[in-house]
């Protein structure tokens, strides 16, 4: 590094980004550059901030008391602070407090469509991490709208093919919250799947009960694979005995 990248505000930065994410060593460290980054108060430091909430500290009551700070630091910047949160949340894993931070700072649509914005670019491909999957789609199945947002029913099934057994789960969760019809086609095809895992096949086996979709076209591969305490009645409709 260039001693004019060491002191440029570019520099500062990175430096203080490598001491806010320090899991070890005193708190006091960290709470320091805290304070420090949200006195900046610029867009860049905000972002710095953020990094806050890439780490897990010990003990766990420090460090939940340190990211709610954080967000109440991040807060009080406002609109400043939501291009960084929007650019967080594409980059990072673990996006939970980012989401809160926008649910506070933008209208309910606009969150709706960071998320089904972030959803669509990471699809059902193989991720080393599936967590933030997991995250997103779970927040769209708490904020469910009323009317439901209508993006959000074709964009679901799809992670019923994703290489995670709690994407998977996720996404069913959130397509019964959003008592999708037009799943059922995905519904059954996930669940006789030769491949699919025993936890999400019963996992399937609960939502195509609690549905009330019939298995027709599907009836005969349902029946070989439907396990206690679920069975199809003579109406093609699986049922809980």
Not at 41 to 70: C, G, M, W, Y
Not at 129 to 154: C, F, M, S, T, Y
Not at 211 to 223: A, I, L, N, T
Request: hydrophobic fraction near 40%; proline fraction near 6%.
């Amino acid at each position: 590094m260039a001693l004019s990248d060491f002191f440029s505000a570019e520099g500062k930065l990175r430096r203080l980004g490598k001491k806010v994410t320090e899991k070890y060593g005193p708190p006091e460290n960290r709470q320091k550059v805290i304070e420090q980054l949200a006195q900046m108060d610029t867009p860049e430091a905000l972002s710095t901030l953020l990094l806050r909430f890439t780490i897990n500290s010990d003990p766990s009551i420090t460090d939940a008391e340190e990211k709610q700070h954080v967000f109440d630091l991040v807060l009080d910047a406002g609109e400043k602070a939501v291009g960084p949160l929007r650019d967080f949340v594409r980059r990072q894993e673990s996006i939970s407090w980012a989401l809160r931070l926008l649910a506070e700072l933008l209208p309910a649509e606009e969150v709706t469509a960071i998320v089904i914005s972030e959803l669509t670019r990471l699809g059902p491909e193989y991720t080393r991490d599936p967590e933030k999957k997991v995250q997103l789609i779970n927040w769209l199945a708490e904020h469910r709208g009323e009317p439901p947002d209508a993006r959000v029913g074709p964009l679901l099934p799809q992670f019923l093919d994703d290489m995670s057994d709690d994407v998977k789960l996720a996404a069913l969760r959130a397509i019964v919250a959003e008592r999708l019809e037009t799943a059922r086609e995905h519904l059954l095809t996930a669940f006789v799947h030769p491949d699919q895992s025993a936890r999400v096949r019963q996992a399937l086996a609960a939502a195509l009960a609690d549905s009330g979709f019939g298995v027709q076209g599907y009836r005969e591969k349902v029946e070989a694979l439907l396990l206690e305490p679920y069975y199809v009645d003579k109406t093609g409709v699986v049922k809980r005995r």
